[in-house]
């Protein structure tokens, strides 16, 4: 996101993400389901190029694409 000139979002990102991993750094899948998590970081992102592009549409296809890397073929 800094390389993007994005960086002055990410504190607030980070904040309302909270809680979804825990101190480990390891996903909390027992709070949060990861499709849950995933759009709502699409959700973010969509925020994010909206008021920095003034386009959503640069965030579209996050979702999918992190389902489907993660989840193989099967998914």
């Known amino acids: 996101m800094v390389r993007l000139g994005w ?23 027992d709070r949060l389901r990861f499709v849950d998590f995933v759009d709502d970081v699409e959700e973010l992102l969509e ?7 003034g386009d959503e549409e640069a965030a579209d296809g996050f979702e999918e694409y992190v389902l489907r890397h993660y989840a193989g073929d099967g998914g």
């Open 7 to 29: 960086g002055r979002h990410f504190g607030g990102l980070a904040a309302r993400l909270e809680g979804a991993f825990g101190a480990d750094g390891v996903f909390a899948h």
């Open 47 to 53: 925020e994010v190029a909206r008021r920095e592009r």
